[in-house]
């Protein structure tokens, strides 16, 4: 059974950092692209980078570029995603996602990435 767990979000202050976690089992790890995404109330879910085996470099939203980092460890089949200099308007609940084979940019990720985590929230107070 595919499942991916996300952890570590919580309540920052603007500046602040928090690191989240996304524990993946049930499927061979490094044959899977997992990317982030976040959603806030009323707005679409947005896709903000993705990590795979390619060796190719992350991308990343314009509105998290130079500020979140992804990385993974494939002994722990864990994806990070650092997030750095917290804006209030960074506050969603983020969520990672698996897809077999490699990152791609889409604006259906529900559609896109097939295994979904339950999400975790980040309120970003000012």
């Known amino acids: 059974e595919v499942q991916l767990v996300e952890s570590g979000g919580g309540s920052v202050q603007a500046g602040g950092s928090l690191r989240l976690s996304c524990a993946a089992s049930?499927?061979?790890?490094?044959?899977?692209?997992i990317g982030w995404f976040r959603q806030a109330p009323g707005k679409k879910r947005e896709g903000l980078t993705c990590?795979?085996?390619?060796?190719?470099?992350?991308d990343y939203a314009d509105s998290v570029k130079g500020r979140f980092t992804i990385s993974k460890d494939s002994a722990k089949n864990t994806v990070y995603l650092q997030m750095n200099n917290l804006k209030p308007e960074d506050a969603a609940v983020y969520y990672c996602a698996a897809r077999w084979g490699y990152c791609v940019i889409t604006s259906r990720p529900e559609f896109d990435y097939n295994y979904w985590g339950q999400g975790t929230q980040v309120t970003v107070s000012s």
């Open positions: 049930g499927f061979t790890f490094d044959d899977y692209a």
């Open positions: 990590i795979s085996s390619s060796g190719n470099s992350p």
